[in-house]
């Protein structure tokens, strides 16, 4: 007879286990469901969205086996003065900084200008002084600060000046400055 009752508690617990996970269920995927449209939102709202560009057009993502890179060798850059540094005896740092960067550029070869521009040879002094124009308005603090926005600017003047996207990435390659 103990056999039994105890079969039929643990039936029971059992039971009120199930019901108060299925209840629990429910209550975490409608808190789960408003996270996920609290997030949604936000990102919609400072433009996260990586399957879409500035424009709200479809941004095309290029394979490996399609990319070629060209890259610029060391560019020595003077950077902007910053008037507001200091030194540690509080004197002004009229000093010159440098930027001493190299580029890569990746190319999409499916691209319909990709054959007519690939040859960056014979382009790339054009390409340098973008490069040097876009760098060279930071000063030192602000270009260790912003690489991603200096690539992204550097990128942006690329494809105005070819007026095509068949370069599609720039990346700066281990940055000094001084």
């Known amino acids: 007879m103990k056999k039994n009752l105890i079969s039929i508690i643990i039936l029971a617990l059992l039971i009120v286990n199930i019901v108060l996970t299925a209840i629990n269920m429910v209550s975490v995927m409608g808190t789960n469901k408003k996270t996920a449209d609290l997030v949604t939102d936000i990102a919609s709202a400072i433009s996260l969205d990586l399957g879409e560009g500035e424009e709200g057009e479809a941004v095309e993502t290029v394979s490996m086996a399609d990319t070629e890179t060209y890259t610029i060798s060391e560019m020595r850059i003077l950077l902007k003065k910053d008037t507001a540094s200091t030194d540690e005896e509080g004197n002004v740092d009229d000093n010159d900084h440098y930027a001493l960067i190299s580029v890569a550029l990746s190319m999409n070869t499916k691209n319909k200008d990709y054959k007519t521009y690939s040859d960056l040879t014979t382009r790339e002094d054009l390409i340098k002084g973008l490069i040097n124009e876009v760098v060279s308005q930071y000063t030192m603090e602000q270009a260790k600060n912003n690489a991603q926005q200096m690539e992204d600017e550097i990128l942006s003047k690329i494809q105005e000046r070819f007026e095509s ?14």
């Open 165 to 178: 996207d068949f370069i599609y990435d720039v990346t700066l390659i281990s940055p000094l400055y001084q």
